[in-house]
């Protein structure tokens, strides 16, 4: 199994900035796709970013332009830096990781989520 770990929520004024970190350990994988997912009371879990194994990237149109999503030097993190932070974006981020496991299956995991407040 893989293990999911998100941090770094908070609260932040509007236009403001904070980086939220997933840290993941397993053993006898590969990672696949990363991603951070959001969802705020009474809405669908939505996308955010996504960063395939490969480097290539995916935004939110909502979230383009604010927040980059990166992975770590050594591999066993990513993170999402959000900058000029908007009311909208208050949610529960969640981590999202893609393996693929030792017998060649494809499997999701993802991390308890970490609150992220929007307020003045």
């Known amino acids: 199994q893989v293990q999911v770990v998100e941090s770094g929520g908070g609260l932040v004024q509007p236009g403001g900035s904070l980086r939220l970190s997933c840290a993941f350990s397993g053993n006898r994988f590969s990672i696949d796709a990363m991603g951070w997912y959001r969802q705020a009371p009474g809405k669908q879990r939505e996308l955010v970013a996504t960063?395939?194994?490969?480097?290539?990237?995916n935004y939110s149109d909502s979230v383009k332009g604010r927040f980059t999503i990166a992975r770590d030097s050594a591999g066993n993190a990513i993170y999402l830096q959000m900058n000029n932070l908007k009311a909208e974006d208050a949610a529960v981020y969640f981590c999202?990781?893609?393996?693929?496991?030792?017998?060649?299956?494809?499997?999701?995991?993802w991390g308890q989520g970490t609150q992220v407040t929007v307020a003045s």
């Open positions: 999202n990781v893609r393996a693929r496991m030792w017998d060649y299956n494809l499997r999701s995991y």
């Open positions: 960063i395939m194994g490969g480097g290539s990237t």
